[in-house]
């Protein structure tokens, strides 16, 4: 077998996808390979590969955002369906031999090992079973940092009073449900079809805020907006960490959610794995038969020098969310959210544009008055923050 993905989520089945479609031998190992998809992905709609069919699109709408003030962003939201997604995935597994099982390590380059004994084993091996990366023996030394949230799907005309038709708030983080304490925001997309997820959230927290806190907060933020929920609302309940350390199993190429991609600062890493997909198959398929070469070859197209550079800048900048005062983490999004628009794309999309990621983040410097500045600074001189109590 030429290669073996663990994890039949979005990036497991896309990379799968992406190196069949190359020709290549590969297997798609999953407990539960069938499960449908429950949660709910989100990306800018440039951020689409040109090669999705508009089938897989559920909503779109206009992006805004509330910190002290209101900000439109200027760009299309776009939320996937997910049923539409995995089934466009899986018509391309050509080439593609789907394994039920649950992996637990890999004993041995191009080796993985099953719970229930057996192995299988590929050229390249690629861990993209998300936050539980079962090919990365190395146990995380420190609590995690984890964005959770609470959501409950409305119809459309009942959330009125938070957003008009066509429109999707990225975030409103006013404290409108009454409470004190870590800052958490509110979140609300379309889903199509007159639905509409209104979802509070903890964007990072070490460890995660509960998420009985979350639905607490919810539920008195829609009563301050006179929304009623329904006692058989359907919820949405999340819970992921975004400070995982570089996938590092031995011979294996962590991706998605696994390698990390997901970004600190929103929690997205769909659209980074649909787009990197390709391009991981392709390099692989070009060295091959070497699988020491074609592993090497995925690892840096995932970890460019300039990928690897963003990947750090966020990491600081995750700790210093972390780090700040709770009453000042709104401060800091109004001035995030007033920067020109191509700071704003460059950080929160590229992960290899350092150029565009730096002049970003001097922008809000400069924006920034001396203590919000010594927030920003600090942290790349500290070590992380061992808890938020």
Request: charged share 20%; hydrophobic share 45%; aromatic share 6%.
């Amino acid at each position: 077998m030429d290669v073996v993905v663990v994890g039949a989520g979005p990036a497991g089945m896309a990379v799968a996808a992406a190196c069949g479609r190359l020709g290549l031998d590969v297997g798609l190992v999953d407990p539960n390979p069938d499960r449908p998809w429950v949660a709910t992905y989100g990306m800018w709609s440039p951020e689409l590969p040109a090669d999705l069919p508009d089938s897989v699109v559920a909503a779109r709408a206009s992006g805004r955002a509330i910190a002290l003030t209101e900000h439109r962003l200027g760009w299309e939201y776009v939320v996937l369906d997910v049923e539409a997604l995995r089934a466009h995935l899986a018509d391309q597994f050509t080439g593609v031999t789907v394994y039920t099982g649950r992996a637990v390590g890999s004993p041995e380059p191009g080796t993985v090992a099953l719970a229930d004994g057996s192995t299988i084993k590929a050229a390249v091996v690629i861990d993209a079973a998300g936050r539980w990366r079962p090919l990365d023996p190395a146990p995380s030394r420190r609590l995690p940092a984890e964005q959770t949230a609470y959501g409950v799907i409305l119809d459309q005309d009942a959330v009125a009073p938070l957003v008009a038709g066509g429109d999707a708030l990225f975030m409103d983080w006013r404290a409108s449900h009454g409470e004190d304490g870590w800052p958490t925001f509110l979140y609300v997309v379309p889903l199509g079809g007159g639905r509409i997820l209104v979802e509070e959230t903890s964007l990072a927290r070490r460890p995660g805020l509960p998420l009985a806190t979350l639905r607490r907060r919810l539920e008195a933020r829609l009563a301050h907006h006179g929304i009623a929920v329904p006692k058989d609302v359907r919820s949405e309940k999340v819970s992921f960490r975004v400070d995982h350390p570089r996938h590092c199993g031995a011979g294996v190429l962590g991706f998605g959610a696994a390698a990390p991609l997901i970004h600190p600062a929103t929690g997205f890493s769909v659209a980074a794995s649909l787009r990197l997909a390709p391009q991981v198959a392709r390099v692989i398929a070009e060295n091959l038969p070497d699988p020491v070469r074609a592993l090497q070859a995925a690892d840096a197209t995932v970890w460019s020098p300039a990928a690897k550079v963003i990947h750090r800048v966020r990491r600081i900048g995750l700790e210093a969310l972390l780090r700040m005062p709770p009453d000042e983490v709104p401060t800091f999004f109004e001035q995030f959210f007033t920067l020109p628009e191509a700071h704003r794309w460059a950080y929160l999309t590229a992960r290899d544009d350092i150029g565009g990621t730096t002049a970003a983040m001097a922008a809000l410097f400069r924006e920034s008055n001396w203590r919000m500045r010594r927030h920003l600074v600090l942290p790349a001189l500290m070590r992380p923050l061992p808890t938020n109590g």
